[in-house]
């Protein structure tokens, strides 16, 4: 099992940046792979950047992100963050924090992003 807790949301003003950080417990040695998803309200949970935990830490975004986030990771805590740079009020969701490990997928709980116009 690998518990997921993430912090770092809140409300930020249009331009403004926001770190999300979520650290794992556990099994963390099956994880490959940790990222974050986003939720809006109506809208379907989509992925918003992932990073390889092994094998050279290579990192996907998806492209109305790419430029303004960066995720990143910090093995010795355990710890994957997502910096968001010049947020945007469609950026606005419950971002959460996913693992994957072989034949298992992991949520943390997820925390409220606001962006105001």
């Known amino acids: 099992q690998v518990q997921l807790v993430e912090s770092g949301g809140g409300l930020v003003q249009a331009g403004g940046s926001l770190r999300l950080s979520c650290a794992a417990s556990g099994s963390i040695f099956s994880i490959t792979d940790m990222g974050w998803y986003r939720q809006a309200p109506g809208k379907e949970r989509e992925l918003v950047a992932a990073?390889?935990?092994?094998?050279?830490?290579?990192?996907n975004y998806a492209d109305s992100v790419k430029g303004r986030f960066i995720i990143f990771r910090e093995n010795a805590k355990n710890t994957v963050f997502l910096q968001m740079n010049s947020l945007k009020p469609e950026d606005t969701a419950v971002y959460y924090c996913n693992s994957e490990a072989p034949r298992r997928t992991y949520w943390g709980q997820g925390t409220q992003v606001t962006v105001s116009s």
């Open positions: 990073i390889r935990i092994r094998s050279g830490g290579s990192t």
